[in-house]
């Protein structure tokens, strides 16, 4: 079946690691992005990527990196930059020129203390 | 810069009576409207979506929606709720001519169906 994973469901870390978070998608998606979730906050947008080697820092990038070396892979590393990184991260997929829609993963929740 | 509304944080709703999960928006040019639910530790999982066409909107698991543009609203709609209908749901917007068609969100708006 087609779909995005996202590795590992939960992640515990210490102050002051950087640590990075999977996803990978084999839909043949052009698209992908990166989102946190806080409670009631809604989902805020980190960094998105429209093709292999370029993305884009969406509203909150501070703190965080990605790369897109492969169509089907966009990994999110929390550097000990990022102030507040306890959150829920979500990695989602679009197919341009078909779609318009997002295609979610099961997300990662990172614990940081 | 669009923004997104949810108005109920949360909504207590008995089972078998109806739901309305009220979205506005705000936007300077036209934009494509979504609705997702997410249940418990899970991820997203898109409802129904307006492109363009007929202001109302059908989805899954008999759910529907009501573009108004002049009330910039998109309020989502159950005639008849189940317990499994007990998650949070997101309105989400996207300007039609962004790049990348970057979706905001709205706050969310937890469903507690009771028996």
Known sequence: ?113 | AQSVTQLDSQVPVFEEAPVELRCNYSSSVSVYLFWYVQYPNQGLQLLLKYLSGSTLVKGINGFEAEFNKSQTSFHLRKPSVHISDTAEYFCAVSEREAAGNKLTFGGGTRVLVKP
């Open chain 1, 1 to 113: 079946d087609g779909g995005i994973t996202q590795s590992p469901k939960y992640l515990f870390r210490k102050e002051g690691q950087n640590v990075t978070l999977s996803c990978e998608q084999n839909l043949n998606h052009d698209a992908m992005y990166w989102y946190r979730q806080d409670p009631g906050q809604g989902l805020r947008l980190i960094y998105y990527s429209q093709i292999v080697n370029d993305f884009q820092k969406g509203d909150i990038a501070e703190g965080y990196s990605v790369s897109r070396e492969k169509k089907e892979s966009f990994p999110l590393t929390v550097t000990s930059a990022q102030k507040n990184p306890t959150a829920f991260y979500l990695c989602a997929s679009r197919r341009k020129s078909v779609s318009y829609e997002q295609y979610f993963g099961p997300g990662t929740r990172l614990t940081v203390t």
